[in-house]
């Protein structure tokens, strides 16, 4: 059986090149289990103290949002460390496409919510799934995967997240996407019919798939997410599973790449990334605490809209970053 082991490539002075082998999903064993843990904790607590679980919705949202801001905070990067010649990303010219696409979404909200509104979600299901399928491939010890490698475990990851966000309780994701978009949200819950539907067969099929395949982690993954999305508040499960599954899982990933051939451990390269997002998580936390106090918007709105604004250039940044490196890892096998 040949290993798939990404080959060093050239990279500018002072990037952290990819060390080769190393999988932070498959040695470090926390990211598996703290995002099921927080999932089952909140699914307990909203079976022994439903209400208090209701109360408590609204800042676990907003919480997980918070946390989960950092994951993108080094996309600036990301480029580079996943080991990208540095004459083919440019700093200067990157930041201000990042920020550019950001201010564009920021833009079209304002002016075409509703159409703006429906591709973030579909995006997001995307960009969870796609996620989710490279996250669980390198813990099993796989090279790094085309993005589109699983379209069924990602679509089926996508729609357990985001389908059932939106369709397991219509009334309450429909409350808050109408306070962004009131004709999206007639059109999330005129499909919720199609869309729940849709979202359990992709599941089923996923989840039996993985069975077969001998993949019973996955498995068990996928029913931790439909547990969690259909017994608690929809505000509640998408705040545990953004800031404490998602994101965490995310930035497990980024420490394969900021991991330099001489760290011993993975701290070095949790300092390196802690060092790296400060900024740029001030910036958008700042963004945030702005569109509250000047345009006087609810906490949790303030943050769907600036998650909506990053989604698309983070989404594009992650998809980039996953095709070169498995890009590499396809170079080493024919070398």
Do not use: N
């Amino acid at each position: 059986m040949v290993r798939l082991v990404p080959r060093p490539a050239p990279t500018a002075p002072g990037v952290s090149p990819e060390t080769p082998g190393r999988r932070a999903a498959a040695e470090l064993p926390s990211l598996t289990a703290v995002p099921i843990v927080a999932a089952g904790l909140l699914v307990a607590a909203a079976a022994l103290a439903p209400a208090a679980v209701r109360v408590a919705a609204l800042p676990l949202s907003v919480g997980g949002a918070l946390l989960g801001v950092p994951h993108g905070a080094v996309d600036h990067l990301v480029l580079r460390w996943s080991g990208i010649p540095g004459r083919r990303v440019s700093m200067a010219l990157l930041l201000p496409a990042y920020l550019t696409v950001s201010l564009l979404a920021a833009a079209c909200l304002l002016l075409a919510p509703d159409v703006t509104v429906l591709s973030f979600l579909l995006l997001s299901a995307l960009h969870f799934g796609t996620a989710e399928t490279a996250f669980a491939l390198e813990r099993r010890g796989g090279a790094t995967p085309q993005p589109w490698r699983e379209p069924l475990a990602s679509a089926a990851h996508g729609a357990a997240v985001v389908g059932l966000l939106l369709w397991a309780r219509p009334d309450d994701a429909s409350s808050w996407v109408r306070q962004l978009a009131p004709r999206a949200a007639d059109a999330v819950t005129a499909a919720a019919g199609v869309g729940l539907a849709v979202t359990v067969t992709l599941i089923a099929a996923s989840g039996v798939l993985s069975l077969v395949r001998g993949q019973v982690l996955a498995a068990a993954e996928l029913v931790v997410l439909v547990v969690l999305f259909t017994t608690t508040p929809a505000l509640a499960a998408f705040g545990v599973y953004f800031g404490g599954w998602h994101a965490l899982r995310h930035t497990g990933r980024l420490l394969d790449v900021a991991r330099e051939p001489g760290d011993v451990g993975w701290r070095p390269a949790v300092r390196r990334l802690a060092r790296a997002s400060v900024l740029p998580s001030t910036a958008a936390l700042a963004t945030v605490a702005g569109l509250v106090l000047v345009r006087d918007r609810a906490p949790l709105l303030a943050e769907v809209a600036v998650l909506l604004a990053l989604t698309y250039p983070h989404a594009a940044v992650v998809w980039s970053a996953d095709t070169w490196r498995h890009g590499r890892a396809a170079s080493a096998i024919k070398a």
